[in-house]
């Protein structure tokens, strides 16, 4: 059917930015109990200067002003910060639906009954193994059987269709069927998103990043699997493989996405926590949406973006460049191919990099070591 | 197609005759190029891809039918198919949902 005159294809115009974004990340804090090796905000220890209560209260308020119809809460574990239960029930008093993303460890049968209770929460259970061996050597000892325990006490509150969400890795790629079977028996839908090399993903990026080989496997069962299983868009960067995994297939930086720090910073994507993709903070006046439609970076990221090395590619179409914050991570040039290009110039791209340094993300906030003896450290530097 | 759904459903005639409405749970934001719908109880995001489309849905839980609401919002008889496929995706989605009149 014939588009209206003067209107562009659909991912044409989100190219251009919407009014307010359609997936909106927050990470309430960087807190959290896990230190998971491929933590994407390299969370860990609260940062002192966290929005309060009365600020994130706020930030739902302008959400509501702009019909943010949705928000994925995160972290850190969002579920530490003592204000979280008062701000998920704020936030749907103000028609602001919340997924929030948990290690699981607060979801008790109370937590979930009230979860169950309402259509404006949707909570997503992180787990990065189907068996305790492969997500404990990840995620942590113990933290296998706090998710299951967190999906035990989901489903027998009756909540149906809640996410079980899975970092794709070399380790566990080999076991999506036991993931897709974990989830069925919970009533729940599985999730599989991509491992980035940012946060502390950088550190084991190179060791965990699915092989070639793996990353074909995952593209065909993704396609095998179409809209039953999610992926929050990640994989597009394999759509050169052929057929176009089910989505918008586009990078949706600052577009149709972006993150809100738990200090208010707004970045272009959960991924990309560096100075260099800080739009701005909600503190600033003007507020969110201020830096949503008006910010030098957001105008930037919505203008026609080249193709560098990749614009002689026939595939361009179909993987558009890949992650930019992959390629950001990795040392690439973001005019370039993605480091898993499917045709393999990522892999020689990062073959033929230079001596100039990485660039490391901005925030670091992993918990220290513990000291080896209690005067190692002073108790009074965060 | 004037609405992508993130869920296609197959093929199936849409009753342009009968009163309609949104879903309650549905929640609407306008955007440039039409507008996006968000439906709160199946979790799921539609576009409607034209401006008269948004007129036709917003209008649809006052109007004796679909027809009516479609001529209100200035669509030709000649557009009616289009609209009658693209209301029709929107009912298999539950974004609208036909409307019991007392």
Known sequence: MTQPPGVLPLVAQFAYGLDAPICLTWELTYACNLSCVHCLSSSGRRDPRELTTGQCRAVIDELERMQVFYVNIGGGEPTVRRDFWELLDYAVAHHVGVKFSTNGSRITPNAAARIAGTDYVDVQISLDGATAEVNDRVRGPGSYATAIRAMENLAAAGFEGFKLSVVVTRENVAQLDDFKRIADRYSAQLRLTRLRPSGRGADVWDELHPTGAQQRELYEWLLAHGESVLTGDSFFHLGGYGEALPGLNLCGAGRVVCLIDPIGDVYACPFVIHDEFRAGNVREPGGFAAVWRESDLFTELREPQHAGACSSCGLFDKCRGGCMAAKFFTGLPLAGPDPECVLGHGERALAARGAQPIPRPSVDMSKKRVPARACDESPLDR | ?102
Request: charged share 25%.
């Open chain 2, 1 to 102: 197609m004037l609405t992508g759904d993130v869920a296609r459903g197959a093929r199936a005639t849409f009753d342009l005759d009968r009163p309609w409405q949104l879903h309650p749970q549905v929640s609407v934001r306008p955007e440039r190029f039409g507008a996006l719908l968000y439906h709160f109880g199946t979790r799921r995001l539609s576009f409607l891809k034209s401006p008269e489309l948004l007129t036709v849905v917003r209008i649809l839980g006052e109007t004796a039918s679909a027809r009516d609401a479609c001529r209100a919002a200035g669509v030709s008889e000649a557009e009616l198919p289009a609209y009658a496929a693209a209301l029709g995706a929107l009912a298999r989605s539950q974004m609208i949902q036909a409307r019991e009149d007392s």
